[in-house]
């Protein structure tokens, strides 16, 4: 399969809840390519950095190339 595209990678971000409040409302999201390290040792392709619309939790992503979800975190 092939990598997914950015527009994708944003599309999986915005669909998984906020992980406080389950709402799906982000004022700020940014999805980059992963950095080299963690493209080796989590298999990820890309980072989202989302900021939820409705409680204001700051958080990341990481999405692999078939579009799966690797991890989430509050930085």
């Known amino acids: 399969m ?8 944003e599309r999986i971000a915005r669909a998984h809840p906020c992980e406080s409040c389950g709402e799906y409302t982000y004022k ?3 999805v980059k390519p992963a950095p080299k390290t963690n ?16 409680c204001g939790l700051q958080s990341l992503m990481g999405i692999d190339e078939e579009g799966e979800i690797v991890w989430v975190t509050q930085p």
Do not use: S
């Not at 493209?39 to 409705?54: F, M, S």
């Open 39 to 54: 493209r080796t040792e989590l298999n990820e392709a890309w980072v989202a950095k989302k900021t939820c619309g409705v």
């Open 2 to 9: 092939d990598k997914i595209t950015r527009e994708r990678a």
């Open 28 to 30: 700020k999201l940014t």
